[in-house]
């Protein structure tokens, strides 16, 4: 009997580095893919329709991730991706929250093809990262099918 489990999963790193560059925290956490983000991948795999994910955000509410999700609770900044590279089952996206973008204290992230609204790929939420006006966030998010 064949048998194919294909799942989606994901990790996402979040360093946080002060104005010389030392790192001030490191966080690694699990990764969502929502309703949305499945709904996407199945249309790209169809046909070239949808846009393909370009944007990264960050948020301060600590709800849940949920399959239902289309957006962030309370979104703080979004930011065009850095890159993006498929390969081995996986495609990793990187982002890069510069100096004032995103002061706050964020809990919550995702990846969308828009700079405003679009279609969410994934969410996830983790502990407080406490972003200065003068720190740099770096995010890097893997996406896999094993």
Known sequence: MLRDDF??????????????????????VPN??????????????????NTVMSHMAVGTDNTAAALTDTAL?????????????ASANSVVYTASFPPGTATDALVEAGIFNNSSGGEMLCRTVFAVVNKGASDTLNVTWTVSTT
């Open 7 to 28: 799942k989606l999963k994901g990790r996402v790193d979040l360093v946080l580095s002060d104005p010389t560059g030392a790192v001030k925290e490191v966080i690694t």
């Open 32 to 49: 969502l893919v929502v309703n949305t983000g499945k709904n996407f991948i199945a249309h790209r795999m169809a046909d070239a329709g």
């Open 73 to 85: 609770i309370t979104e703080s900044a979004r930011v065009s991706l850095t890159g993006n590279a």
